[in-house]
């Protein structure tokens, strides 16, 4: 078989932590637009799956840790000893008010 004629498929499949959220979250969505300061709009990611993730945060048993690739590397995302849930709409509404004043 000669492998210059062979052309690669590509597969588009679910991350396993987005896959082992019993919510649904594509946490990768989000975060990525909480990085690069687009708070409003990660909070309307996060909440389109799940519309109460400040609940969710606290109740969740958390699968998506046993189930993150990281943990073949190094170690993976802990997402339940991160930030407090509900972090993000209150950067959302500081932003609201900083808009308001001007």
Same mark, same amino acid.
């Given at each position: 078989?000669?492998?210059?004629?062979? !052309?690669?498929?590509? $597969?588009?499949? /679910?991350?396993?932590?987005?896959?082992?959220?019993?919510?649904? =979250?594509? &946490? *990768?969505?989000?975060?990525?637009?909480?990085?690069?300061?687009?708070? =409003?709009?990660?909070? !309307? =990611?996060? #909440?389109?799956?799940?519309?109460?993730? &400040?609940?969710?945060?606290? #109740?969740?048993?958390?699968?998506?840790? =046993?189930?993150?690739?990281?943990?073949?590397?190094? &170690?993976? #995302?802990?997402? !339940?000893?991160?930030?407090?849930?509900?972090?993000? &709409?209150?950067? $959302?509404?500081? /932003?609201? *008010?900083? *808009?308001?004043? /001007?």
């Amino acid at each position: 078989m000669h492998y210059g004629t062979q !052309r690669p498929d590509y $597969v588009d499949f /679910l991350l396993p932590c987005n896959d082992a959220c019993p919510a649904g =979250e594509n &946490s *990768q969505a989000w975060r990525a637009l909480a990085q690069d300061k687009q708070y =409003e709009a990660a909070w !309307r =990611e996060r #909440v389109a799956d799940n519309p109460m993730p &400040s609940i969710h945060g606290r #109740v969740c048993y958390h699968p998506c840790e =046993e189930a993150c690739n990281r943990k073949h590397t190094d &170690s993976t #995302v802990a997402r !339940r000893f991160g930030r407090p849930q509900p972090t993000l &709409s209150r950067a $959302v509404e500081k /932003l609201r *008010q900083k *808009q308001n004043k /001007l």
